[in-house]
């Protein structure tokens, strides 16, 4: 267009961060996001959200918080979900669970209610974390709420259990799945067997290898690994011989 002598105009600009986004290419967003205020175009909040998720998808929690910031400074009507959602999901991906806890705090004091993918990225940013007590209370939230956790959802929630060693809790989250018709995976096993194996409750991750099996679902190389560790470990100390 500027070879044709063509000026871009706000149409123009929307389409390409647009493109960017969705081609999950943060850079020439954030330039185009910057050409548009040389050009004397005010963004406005479609344009920022599309910013955001395109930092978002590139991992940078930074940039998208920065955005954010802008879109207040702006004066713009930022109250969202999506631009909450975008920076919540950028944090956790970026392991920073801090922020993205701050961000749902936000959204409740500006009067929004977080939706299920907000508690998902948040309790994510939680696992990622190691905070199995802030995932853990982020569901119960979702609960109060009357919010539906899916099979993603709960996964975290166990992976954050296995990496603070509860292997209680992260088997009371299987049993939950199970009450809430869903069918664990290959995933929630996993971590469910390697929470069991931390705190060295070889017979429950032996007992959950056997559910896997019953379900139908082929563990993986570390699932198996996990389990057979167990069983070495178990019979050299109990004096059973090795089969």
């Known amino acids: ?38 050009a004397k175009f005010e963004p406005d909040i479609s344009h920022y959200n599309a910013g955001i998720s395109a930092c978002e998808k590139g991992g940078q929690w930074l940039r998208a918080l920065s955005l954010l910031s802008e879109m207040w400074e702006a004066k713009l009507d930022h109250n969202t979900i999506f631009s909450y959602n975008a920076g919540i999901s950028a944090c956790a991906k970026g392991g920073q669970w801090q ?12 009067k929004l209610n977080p939706d299920t993918f907000s508690y998902s990225a948040g309790i994510s940013a939680c696992e990622k974390g190691a905070q199995w007590q802030r995932a853990l209370s982020l569901l119960g939230e979702m609960w109060e709420a009357k919010l539906d956790a899916d099979t993603a959802i709960y996964n975290a929630g166990i992976s954050a259990c296995e990496k603070g060693e ?53 563990p993986d190389m570390i699932t198996t690994a996990l389990g057979s560790a167990r069983v070495r470990k178990a019979s050299s100390g109990s004096g059973l011989c090795r089969c």
């Open 1 to 38: 267009m500027w070879d044709a002598e063509l000026e871009p105009n706000v149409i123009s600009y929307s389409a390409g961060i647009s493109a960017c986004e969705k081609g999950e290419q943060w850079q020439p967003a954030l330039l185009l996001l910057s050409e548009m205020l040389v």
């Open 99 to 110: 922020q993205a806890l701050s961000l749902l705090s936000e959204m409740w004091e500006a």
């Open 166 to 218: 509860q292997w209680e809790r992260a088997l009371s989250l299987l049993s939950e799945m199970w009450e809430a018709k869903l069918k664990p995976n290959v995933i929630s096993y996993s971590a469910g067997i390697s929470a069991c194996e931390k705190s060295e409750q070889w017979q429950r991750a032996l007992s959950l290898l056997r559910e896997m099996w019953e379900a139908k679902l082929k």
